[in-house]
T-cell receptor
Framework: ETGVTQTPRHLVMGMTNKKSLKCEQH?????MYWYKQSAKKPLELMFV???????ENNSVPSRFSPECPNSSHLFLHLHTLQPEDSALYLC?????????????FGSGTRLTVV | TQLLEQSPQFLSIQEGENLTVYCNSS?????LQWYRQEPGEGPVLLVT?????EVKKLKRLTFQFGDARKDSSLHITAAQPGDTGLYLC?????????????FGTGTRLQVTL
């Protein structure tokens, strides 16, 4: 248990489904992130939230929709995904602006789009 | 775009051997971090280096940040099977993006008995 909890751990969804990934942290961190990890590719930053305000959208397709209701919770809403969206989706949190402070990652959601 | 190249990509060694993993970029970073990721889990922070030339030791692991803050290395002495995993370096932006990390391409290490 790292302090960042992601649910579900595994998700299989059809291309026409709508689902949501959830991330929760109670570490007192003020920044939260969504990363995508695919085979043979570096971790790709998707979204950054600082004090629940989105500060970065890394050219992510609109079929991925983030939501950050407060500094402790982060969601990623999914709809009409493609098979190439299958990947490990990682949530992380940190103290924003502190270059000496690392990220705390959740265990990820393994997403398979069929 | 800041890119971090790690080498080697894959490394399979026997228990007791030493190894070094490299993380290189043409960009300057305000800090650099190393993570280890095991199958089915998220990356776990090992160390953060902030000052150019800085060396940090964590038991059998030695981390160095290049003088110009563009590169880093991780040296493992007497590797053990528990060191097996994906090692990731990550650089933090220089100004205004201090918490935005760019991750390296990764080095997958396997240590066998």
């Amino acid at each position: 248990e790292t302090g960042v909890t992601q649910t579900p751990r595994h998700l299989v969804m059809g291309m026409t489904n709508k689902k949501s990934l959830k991330c929760e942290q109670h570490l007192g961190h003020n920044a939260m992130y969504w990363y995508k990890q695919s085979a043979k590719k570096p971790l790709e930053l998707m979204f950054v939230y600082n004090f629940k305000e989105q500060t970065e959208n890394n050219s992510v397709p609109s079929r991925f929709s983030p939501e950050c209701p407060n500094s402790s919770h982060l969601f990623l809403h999914l709809h009409t995904l493609q098979p190439e969206d299958s990947a490990l989706y990682l949530c992380a949190s940190s103290l924003y602006g502190d270059r000496g402070h690392g990220y705390t990652f959740g265990s990820g959601t393994r997403l398979t789009v069929v | 775009t800041q890119l971090l190249e790690q080498s080697p990509q894959f490394l399979s060694i026997q228990e007791g051997e030493n190894l070094t993993v490299y993380c290189n970029s043409s960009s300057v970073f305000s800090s650099l971090q190393w993570y280890r990721q095991e199958p089915g889990e998220g990356p776990v922070l090992l160390v953060t280096v902030v000052t150019g030339g800085e060396v940090k030791k964590l038991k059998r692991l030695t981390f160095q940040f290049g003088d110009a803050r563009k590169d880093s290395s991780l040296h493992i002495t007497a590797a053990q099977p528990g060191d097996t995993g994906l090692y990731l370096c990550a650089g933090a932006g220089n100004t205004g993006t201090a918490s935005k990390l760019t991750f390296g391409t990764g080095t997958r290490l396997q240590v066998t008995l």
